[in-house]
T-cell receptor, first 113, second 113 residues
Framework: KAGVTQTPRYLIKTRGQQVTLSCSPI?????VSWYQQTPGQGLQFLFE???????NKGNFPGRFSGRQFSNSRSEMNVSTLELGDSALYLC????????????FGQGTRLTVV | EDQVTQSPEALRLQEGESSSLNCSYT??????LFWYRQDPGKGPEFLFT???AGEEKEKERLKATLTKKESFLHITAPKPEDSATYLC??????????????FGKGTKLSVKP
């Protein structure tokens, strides 16, 4: 059974650029959540998607956005990158309903220079 | 404010020396408490879910317990391969959605041979 796939694994971008990260959830899972992990703040919730709809959003600026496609794959976009956006971005895959476990991908390491 | 606090921040053990990690939480409407293990540069790996006070789960050398205000992760006779950061997360009731996971900062465990 394939796990959660995140691409790319590593990215280096320049301040002011934008970036798109991709996440393919576990087959049959319809909910995807995104988290940002930094040494200082730990893991912080960005947003949650289910059936192509954003169901929940964390306390991040509007530069952070996301979407989900009909095949449950999800992308997140960060525009006008800042140095402080350097982090490990993690995608979590969940079954469609119920209080279920979140399974994480390996993450995308974004470095903004 | 809802929050999750893990202690200690770091723990160094000798191989075979049992100990416990603590996760205390102040949230309303707890729907579940989750333990994860994270190795450097990787995404969190799911370990346990606990739903109600008094519940216990075991897996190999790990045992997780839950009370109304905290959870413990007991590690019995640890081995060097148990070295990792252990993360605790809680999920609250949130209008029927999966909500988001609120993570603690983690306990970094080092087990020396």
């Amino acid at each position: 059974k394939a796990g959660v796939t995140q691409t790319p694994r590593y990215l280096i971008k320049t301040r002011g650029q934008q970036v798109t990260l991709s996440c393919s959830p576990i087959s049959g899972h319809r909910s995807v959540s995104w988290y940002q992990q930094t040494p200082g703040q730990g893991l912080q919730f960005l947003f949650e998607y289910f059936s192509e709809t954003q169901r929940n959003k964390g306390n991040f600026p509007g530069r952070f956005s996301g979407r989900q496609f009909s095949n449950s794959r999800s992308e997140m976009n960060v525009s006008t990158l800042e140095l402080g956006d350097s982090a490990l971005y993690l995608c979590a895959s969940l079954l469609s309903t119920g209080n279920t476990e979140a399974f994480f991908g390996q993450g995308t390491r974004l470095t903004v220079v | 404010e809802d929050q999750v606090t893990q202690s200690p921040e770091a723990l160094r053990l000798q191989e075979g020396e049992s100990s416990s990690l603590n996760c205390s939480y102040t949230v309303s409407g707890l729907r579940g408490l989750f333990w994860y293990r994270q190795d450097p540069g990787k995404g969190p790996e799911f370990l346990f879910t606990l739903y109600s006070a008094g519940e216990e789960k075991e897996k190999e050398r790990l045992k997780a317990t839950l009370t109304k205000k905290e959870s413990f992760l007991h590690i019995t006779a640890p081995k060097p391969e148990d070295s990792a950061t252990y993360l605790c997360a809680v999920r609250m009731n949130y209008g029927g959605s999966q909500g988001n996971l609120i993570f603690g900062k983690g306990t970094k465990l080092s087990v020396k041979p």
